[in-house]
């Protein structure tokens, strides 16, 4: 089955972005778009996913807003994105499963205690000091799936909560709390609204 997921985790050197986006543009003429995506996520335990979907409810209400929103079940941080292709390469996935098991790090609470839309019309819940965990998180991961460390990459910590065309300024909302304690290898099944669970690494206490 052919697919397109990052060279790296291939054994080969990791191409340039721009390079990466010219191959993801050719394959998809090809073999047309990507179907299955992977990316490592820490993810809200039921009750604070309830609380993300309501406060998901009331801002779409009081903003008027019609874009579709995402499924509570769905809430998560993105931490890192393995790649996108056309079914599931099992030699990528040993791959992250072997490379994410290896970071350690105590569990620690993340706070999102803000709202607003991006530039591509995504709503999501934000943070500052509140999410400095998942930074810590994300940049121990990257190291571990590049295997050594570099800079530090660019990340925003959010949750996405819908997309809609009106953009929504920042605003501050009633602190959205919680503690992560484990990180989610997630395969993510293209429009087609499903997210499947490949495997768990738990945080220290």
Known sequence: MQHLFPPSFAGQAKPPALMLRRLQRRHEALMGPPTDRLFLAVLPDEETAARIGEKARHLRISHGLTGKGVRPEHFHVTLCHVGNGIGLP???????????????????????????????????????????????????????????????????????????????????????????REVVLVHSLLGRTTHRHLARWSLTA
Do not use: Y
């Open 90 to 180: 099992i030699d990528v996935v040993d791959r992250v499963k072997e490379r994410a098991a290896s970071v350690a790090m105590p569990s620690f609470r993340v706070c999102f205690d803000r709202a607003e839309s991006f530039r591509n019309g995504a709503l999501v819940l934000r943070g500052e000091d509140g999410t400095i965990g998942l930074e810590i998180l994300q940049q121990r991961l990257s190291d571990a799936l590049d295997g050594l460390p570099r800079k530090a990459r660019s990340f925003t910590p959010h949750v996405t909560l819908l997309r809609d065309s009106h953009r929504v300024a920042e605003q501050r909302i009633e602190p959205i709390e919680w503690t992560v």
